[in-house]
């Protein structure tokens, strides 16, 4: 499988690419990533080093993949946090590209905006552009408790709350819905839920709550929740295995107090879950 990946980098932790890049190639992916910002690390320890790129960037990178002759072998592209509307603009680009290319690529859709107790932590204009343009071009999203409010217009308290705002997004044209940090009436104060829904039925993952709150879990899970959906046709065992794979990289995270995700020790988790979450058809 080749996938294209679309998103800021870091060099020292794992956020954006840096957290997404690996585990796909540990499951055997040729990931092709084009990075829109090069920062020496992420944001969350308010300060940094580094550089936005222009969003011709992302074109020129494009540019130059599609002249290697390869884009007719691109399964899909997958895109996280944006940083600005031009380069979101450019994203769905290079998504039209790949799909002239190759009409069974299909296109992933973290749609970063915010989170519960933080709200919106992009700069103006970014959640519009998710919701107006980003989402309807995806096939996949990948939307927090937080963004499938916004997104869907729809205030999300009980688990019945959860599904009807999937079917609002549904309609606007995205297939399959993986909601992340979901926490409704129905969850117990110990336990985090994970909700995929899809063609093949709507199923829920719940896991022991951990004492984390790391960056790049997210872009992860992300990442690994497109694979298996893209390999398997399955939203159930997606949901199942991304659940899976990214507890155990947090359970040791948590075990070793460590403020980056510990993404290359743990890294049989991708490959083998110690612990295996099923699905729960809802």
Known sequence: MNLLSIQSHVAYG??????AVFPLQRLGVEVWAINTVQFSNHTGY????????EASVVGELVEGIAERGVLPRCDGVLSGY??????????????ARVKGANANATYCCDPVIGDVGRGIF??????????ERAVPAAEVITPNQFELELLSGHAVATLQDAIAACDALHRQGPKVILVTSLHVAETPPDRIDLLASGPDGRFLVRTPRLDVSLNGAGDAIAALFFFHVTRTGSTAQAL??????????LERTEKAQSRELLLVEAQEEFVRPSRLFSASAI
Request: glycine share 14%; net charge neutral; no cysteine.
């Open 14 to 19: 794992h956020v954006g690419n840096a957290s």
């Open 46 to 53: 308010g300060a940094w080093r580094g550089q936005v790129f």
């Open 82 to 95: 944006m940083g600005s509307a031009d380069i979101g603009a450019a994203i769905l680009d290079a998504v």
């Open 122 to 131: 992009v700069r103006p204009g970014i959640p519009e552009f998710m919701r």
């Open 240 to 249: 199942s295995l991304a659940a899976s794979s990214i507890y155990g990289v």
